[in-house]
């Protein structure tokens, strides 16, 4: 009998434990390594090519989808004053003419809209899309950077959060050592779980290496209700 009772409370905490185990593990979030970020997160981001009336470039930059339907993000000053704007991503398909729906100048941010999806075999196309973080970033998080230097070339570069909150000219930005190169302007930088939490701005030119993003919230004032 005594070890019929033995057995049975040895098979209830084997039990209670891998229930425990079981519900910790439900509980903690998917982290992604850099590899698992570029492959998740590629189909998201794209090229953009500034035109002027002539036809000729006036800027280039990277933009982030943030919806099936072609919301989209950059930064503004990658797309101030352009006439016509057009996108490439990295599997060779080429968007024009890109729209710009809401700017904030001050915040350097520009909402844009992609041409709608293709029907591809009787079935509605859609982008892909990054999800959009929710809570604030801490310092010290590593943190990810998709952008295009090149037309062809996309690039992937990682670093931590430096500061969460920095006021910069009078405008709160995050602060990252995530490596940052001219036309990565308007991409993402991506937690490890693969989530948005701003666009790239520019760089700080009182401290080498750190490079300014602008908050997601600051990002979320500019979308419609259903993204917000």
Do not use: W
Not at 10 to 27: K, R
Request: net charge negative.
């Amino acid at each position: 009998m005594r070890k019929k009772l033995l057995v049975l409370c040895v098979l209830v905490s084997l039990l209670s434990g891998m229930i425990f185990f079981m519900s910790a593990n439900a509980d903690t979030p998917v982290q992604y390594n850099a590899e698992q970020i570029y492959e998740r997160s590629e189909n998201a981001i794209f090229y953009i090519r500034v035109l002027r009336e002539d036809g000729s470039v006036k800027s280039t930059g990277t933009g982030v989808l943030l919806s099936q339907d072609g919301l989209a993000a950059t930064a503004y000053h990658v797309v101030k004053g352009a006439e016509r704007i057009d996108g490439a991503f990295n599997d060779g398909r080429i968007v024009s003419t890109i729209e710009v729906l809401n700017v904030d100048e001050e915040k350097d941010i520009a909402i844009l809209k992609l041409p709608d999806p293709q029907a591809d075999a009787g079935k509605e196309a859609v982008y892909e899309a990054l999800e959009i973080r929710e809570n604030q970033v801490k310092h010290g998080e590593k943190m990810y950077a998709i952008g295009y230097p090149l037309k062809n070339t996309p690039i992937i570069t990682e670093g931590i959060i430096n500061s969460p909150k920095a006021e910069i000219n009078g405008r709160d930005r995050i602060l990252t050592s995530v490596q940052v190169v001219s036309g990565m302007s308007g991409g993402p930088i991506i937690d490890i779980q693969g989530r948005l939490i701003g666009i790239i701005s520019g760089s700080l030119r009182t401290m080498n290496n750190i490079h300014l993003v602008v908050d997601i919230e600051d990002l979320r004032s500019l979308l419609p209700d259903s993204l917000k």
